[in-house]
C-alpha cells in the first residue's frame, strides 16, 4: 500500500499505479487540468510512465478564469 496526499488530502492506494491510472482510479474531473508531484511538473505525455510512490506530494492544478 501506498500512502500519498492529493492536493494536501491523504489518499492510499493499494498497489503502485502509474499517475495515469491514478488519475482515473481517482475519478478525476473530465476539465483540463495540470500536474505537480513532489512540486515538479509533469507533462501530460509522461503520465502513463510516472509511478507514484510512497509519500508523494501530488497537486492537480486546475485553471481558473476571472479577471
Known amino acids: 500500500m501506498l500512502n500519498l496526499k492529493l492536493n494536501g488530502e491523504n489518499k492510499v492506494l493499494v498497489k503502485a ?27 501530460k505525455s509522461e503520465y502513463a510512465s510516472t509511478y507514484l510512490q510512497e509519500d508523494d506530494r501530488v497537486e492537480l492544478l486546475i485553471p481558473m478564469q476571472g479577471g
Open 17 to 43: 499505479l502509474s499517475l495515469e491510472d491514478a488519475i482515473v482510479e481517482w475519478a478525476l474531473p473530465k476539465q483540463a487540468f495540470a500536474v505537480a508531484i513532489n512540486e515538479q511538473f509533469i507533462p
